[in-house]
């Protein structure tokens, strides 16, 4: 979550740190969504290489 920054010329608001959060979940969703791709067909990005928390690796493997 993104830390507030107060100054003297602006003061914290919850508002913002609400969208904040929803773009960070919008995001989040947008790259499980492309990695999920990228795991179903590893040969149409070669250059890319996934490894999971397990330790199995997707993608290119030199």
Partial sequence: ??????TKYCSYDKDDV???NLFEKKFEAY????????INK???YPFIKII???GK???KTD
């Fill in 18 to 20: 609400s969208t904040t």
């Fill in 57 to 59: 690796i997707y993608g």
């Fill in 52 to 54: 999971d928390g397990e």
């Fill in 1 to 6: 979550m993104k830390k507030p920054i107060l």
């Fill in 42 to 44: 590893p040969q149409n």
């Fill in 31 to 38: 790259i499980e969504k492309k990695v999920k791709k990228i």
